[in-house]
């Protein structure tokens, strides 16, 4: 089937549950493999691409995606600027970042700056598409390595006064924060809506002074509160 300029149209119901992802890569060829992989996924859409940060931050504010997959070494803005921007105008979001082995470096401020998890350029196609629908459902992705030197760069002492500040629920609900249960399954976990484990999360980030789920998941192993 096509529309009225020839474009292959996709049967709405079959995509009406497709995870909108936005690809950031100042390499083209990337970006076409990126995208020739993914519109074969039935669950994943690819509704646009950006060569730069600047481009990337307008183009997320444009389309809404649901996931960014963003590269961090590019030229003018690059990707942890970019990220930055994408928080400071409340874009909902989730950030994937894509990097190489020899740019670990770079994902601790990447994370510091937003990011829910990274993936190395060389991945498995469908370890990708998995590590998409992953951070989709709320989950962190945090390499055992990258989360020691997150811990190492934190100050021990920092806010740890206020965990005291939580309630007995919010304390459940963290330490499966920091076991990378996502919204849905902490819902699960403790016969709750997910309505209300949202209302949970907010109050933690805000009673802990934190901006993202993954600072405090970290929080949580930092201060003995994870599961």
Same mark, same amino acid.
């Given at each position: 089937m096509a529309d009225e300029h020839g474009n292959g149209v996709r049967h709405a119901a079959g995509r009406a549950q497709a995870i909108r992802v936005l690809l950031v890569d100042d390499h083209q060829v990337v970006r076409r493999g990126l995208r020739t992989f993914l519109e074969i996924q039935d669950d994943i859409e690819v509704v646009g691409e950006a060569s730069d940060g600047g481009e990337g931050v307008a183009r997320a504010e444009e389309l809404r995606p649901d996931v960014v997959l963003m590269d961090i070494k590019m030229p003018g803005m690059d990707g942890i600027e970019a990220l930055r921007k994408l928080r400071e105008l409340g874009n909902p979001a989730r950030v994937l970042i894509v990097t190489s082995f020899t740019e670990q470096r770079t994902v601790v401020p990447a994370l510091r700056a937003g990011a829910c998890g990274y993936v190395y350029k060389d991945i498995d196609p469908e370890a990708l598409a998995g590590a998409i629908r992953s951070v989709h459902a709320g989950h962190v992705l945090l390499q055992p390595e990258v989360a020691g030197a997150l811990l190492a760069q934190d100050d021990p002492g920092t806010g740890q006064g206020r965990g005291t500040s939580l309630t007995d629920r919010e304390r459940e609900v963290l330490g499966l924060i920091a076991d990378g249960r /996502? *919204? =849905?399954?902490?819902?699960?976990?403790? %016969?709750? /809506?997910? +309505? &209300? %484990? +949202? &209302?949970? %999360? /907010? *109050?933690?980030?805000? +009673? #802990? @002074? #934190? /901006? @993202? =789920? &993954?600072q405090a998941a970290l929080w949580a192993v930092r201060h003995g509160a994870a599961g």
């Open positions: /996502s *919204n =849905r399954e902490i819902a699960r976990a403790l %016969v709750l /809506s997910e +309505k &209300t %484990v +949202k &209302t949970h %999360v /907010s *109050n933690i980030l805000m +009673k #802990l @002074d #934190l /901006s @993202d =789920r &993954t």
